[in-house]
């Protein structure tokens, strides 16, 4: 495949969760070198789509390739990355211990649990246990584990939560810098305002994709102030 087809192509999606669908024929392609912002109010199914686009999600049909392979397969485990919203680490190990131990699995060069640390501003805390974090703090270990082994798409749910507005920025500001290197990223947030970090918005209201577009275009083409206002903007008028 060539680095103009997109990192994820999804055809046709459709989600069945606790009996009710929650997605029905969704389509969506996400291109490698950009921010792609996934944003909608709580529960619109952002976490369903990521879930399945890393092939963790039941009750999904249609198709969804990433790298040009399913979604899920095992030739995708080191190439792509996904941080849940809550933190997947060891409580009782260290930041480094956690790392370390997550840059073996996946055969991570020597020396990439301390890059990443550094990425995501924990250095200071290498040596503290995992358990002795503020909740922020612990997110950033999950985002550093997402980050080991330079994955080419990653999959990020809600990475900005419980951060004050420096580390907000300066993850945005790591995102970009991933994105620059050619890395395919899709995050969800459901704080309207940071679309403006995304190169491309795909807005969500329950379960349907209802504007594919830019920070730009998303502004001039409803005339609102902010993301906040357009996106109430996109609603009223598909109303
Ligand atoms: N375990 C589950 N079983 C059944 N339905 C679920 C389950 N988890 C979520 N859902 C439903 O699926 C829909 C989409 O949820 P999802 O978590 O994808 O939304 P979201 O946009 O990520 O929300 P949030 O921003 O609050 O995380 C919701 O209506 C929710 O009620």
């Not at 046709?12 to 029905?24: A, I, N, P, T, W």
């Not at 944003?39 to 963790?56: D, H, I, Q, Y």
């Amino acid at each position: 495949m060539s680095s103009a087809d997109p990192a994820i192509s999804v055809r046709g999606l459709s989600v069945r969760r606790g009996g009710r669908d929650v997605f029905s024929g969704v389509d969506l392609d996400i291109a490698r070198g950009r921010v792609t912002g996934l944003l909608g109010p709580s529960g619109c199914g952002k976490s369903t789509l990521m879930r399945a686009t890393v092939g963790v999600q039941l009750g999904v049909s249609g198709e969804i390739r990433v790298l040009g392979l399913p979604a899920g397969s095992r030739a995708l485990r080191r190439r792509v990355a996904y941080a849940t919203q809550s933190a997947s680490v060891y409580d009782d190990l260290t930041v480094g211990q956690n790392l370390r131990y997550f840059a073996r699995m996946l055969g991570a060069p020597r020396g990439d649990a301390e890059r990443v640390a550094a990425l995501v501003g924990l250095e200071p805390q290498l040596r503290q246990r995992v358990d002795a974090l503020s909740g922020g703090q612990r997110g950033r270990v999950s985002l550093g584990a997402a980050l080991l082994g330079s994955p080419e798409v990653l999959v990020l749910d809600e990475p900005t939560v419980g951060l004050d507005p420096v580390l907000r920025a300066e993850l945005w500001e790591l995102l970009r810098g991933l994105a620059d290197e050619g890395a395919a990223l899709l995050v969800s947030s459901h704080v309207m305002d940071e679309a403006l970090h995304c190169d491309r918005l795909v807005l969500m209201r329950e379960g349907g994709i209802v504007a594919d577009t830019t920070p730009d275009e998303l502004l001039s083409s409803t005339g609102a102030r902010d993301p906040e206002a357009a996106f109430l903007a996109v609603i009223e008028a598909r109303s």
